[in-house]
């Protein structure tokens, strides 16, 4: 399908404005909009005025609403066809260790690699240099027909890299407000180096921190050894049997609500000719350990897991102490697909695990829930179909709808408070470094990221 005929002039507009673009970028980036350290707070309120002033420009109504925290920048436009909202993040990660940098991480700059053009500086994939691009989409578009594509709005959060303590507060206070008929979501990346994709699907999350308790106190291993209940044996059969060998967790009603993956996504997904053998073998690895009976994409995109983030108990300095500890600890996540319940998963769990204690030792569970669910993409909506049309005509090849092992929990609040889906669509790349020294987004990246949002817009808005 060829661009719509008012598309074109857009996208030269964006070609030639290209450095004025990583011009506004790197302006961003040298605001050091660290949301974590309350030193940075001011900084993280200059980031979102500079939003605000330059929205304003394009004509939206944009303000930088305060929260507990950082702000939230909002802007409307008014206009014709679906009422769209774009979601973004202007805070950033903290920089340490600041020695491994090969550069100031808020003096941004365009760097020459072997691999093309980056621009390197903190907050260049996550968050800005994504954000941006949707921006300067809106821009190229207003100056070449006077008007924004659409009915937008634009909201970005300042608290993404510290958990976004107020945004489900804001949501719900101001639901009337962001309510629209779909959102876009940029927080994500390219399925590789050249093919855009579409994420659809990504699994939610709960966990479990808990204390295994039998003496009241630590034991002598030599006089009580053989004789009194060790918890640290009780909590390595726990954990053991978690699931069987073939790889299935063991939590009664587990899998109850876990729909199996649609035939066109996976025809879709085995296409994309995934290679485990490399995934595994970049981290030393060679063998899939899950489920026998599932493809590696699925394991890490569709298919629920339970895993041991953290066991201990005892002595663990240097050389022996004999004993037998009262206490033995644990640390369970469990990663959530389709319509499985966070509540309902931890409290599956807490009742196996309860029954399978012996005498003499009880369980001790640390902690609330603050799970998520999963969010599952309605891509029956004709929106996904012109979006991934849009991206395959930018990039030359096919884009793909894919899963995310990770939980984005925006996703999954734009669609339980404000009752929309949302499509994420993004262009970072693996080697971003993104949460690390030396983080970088390809200019590559970030010029044809501007024009794929023009080229959705046309379609969509």
């Not at 005025?49 to 929260?67: E, I, K």
């Not at 469990?334 to 998963?345: W, Y």
Request: proline letters at 7%.
């Amino acid at each position: 399908m060829s661009p719509a005929p008012q598309i074109d002039a857009v996208l030269a507009r964006i070609d030639d404005t290209l450095p004025e673009s990583l011009e506004r970028l790197i302006e961003l980036l040298r605001i050091p909009s660290i949301s974590t350290d309350p030193s940075y707070k001011a900084d993280c309120a200059r980031a979102a005025d500079w939003l605000v002033a330059d929205l304003q420009s394009l004509g939206f109504q944009a303000r930088a609403a305060p929260t507990p925290g950082h702000p939230m920048v909002v802007a409307h436009c008014d206009g014709p066809g679906r009422h769209i909202l774009f979601y973004g993040h202007y805070d950033v990660q903290p920089v340490d260790p600041l020695e491994l940098w090969h550069r100031a991480p808020f003096d941004p700059e365009v760097q020459d690699t072997p691999k093309g053009r980056v621009i390197r500086a903190r907050g260049a994939s996550d968050d800005k240099g994504q954000l941006m691009t949707f921006i300067e989409a809106c821009r190229a578009w207003k100056a070449v027909h006077g008007t924004l594509p659409g009915k937008l709005t634009i909201f970005l959060e300042g608290e993404e890299e510290s958990g976004s303590p107020s945004l489900v507060p804001f949501l719900q206070q101001h639901r009337d407000e962001l309510a629209c008929d779909l959102a876009l979501i940029c927080d994500t990346g390219l399925y590789d180096e050249h093919t855009p994709a579409i994420t659809t699907m990504l699994r939610g999350l709960c966990k479990a921190e808990f204390t295994i308790r039998a003496a009241n106190r630590d034991l002598h291993s030599g006089m009580y050894g053989g004789l009194a209940r060790n918890p640290l044996h009780v909590m390595a059969r726990l954990l053991a049997g978690l699931h069987d060998g073939q790889g299935r967790v063991q939590v009664p009603g587990f899998y109850d609500d876990v729909d199996e993956l649609p035939e066109t996504l996976r025809q879709q997904w085995q296409a994309l000719a995934f290679d485990h053998a490399a995934y595994l073998r970049d981290v030393g690895l060679s063998v899939p350990a899950g489920e026998q009976d599932r493809t590696p994409l699925e394991m890490i995109w569709s298919r629920p897991t339970a895993e041991v983030n953290g066991m201990w108990g005892g002595y663990t300095g240097a050389g022996f102490k004999t004993v037998l500890p009262s206490e033995a600890h644990a640390k369970v996540s469990f990663r959530l697909v389709s319509r499985q319940d966070p509540e309902k998963i931890i409290a599956a769990f807490k009742a196996w695990a309860e029954a399978q204690m012996p005498a003499d030792c009880q369980i001790f569970w640390h902690g609330g829930s603050d799970g998520a669910p999963a969010s599952v993409m309605e891509i029956s909506d004709p929106a996904f179909e012109a979006a991934r049309q849009a991206l395959s005509d930018e990039w030359g090849k096919p884009a793909a709808f894919i899963g995310s092992g990770g939980s984005i929990p925006v996703a999954g609040y734009f669609k339980s408070i404000l009752g929309m889906d949302a499509m994420l669509i993004g262009f970072g790349k693996d080697d971003d470094n993104i949460h690390s020294p030396n983080e970088k987004y390809d200019v590559e990246s970030f010029h044809k990221g501007i024009r794929a949002w023009a080229r959705i817009l046309a379609r969509i808005a």
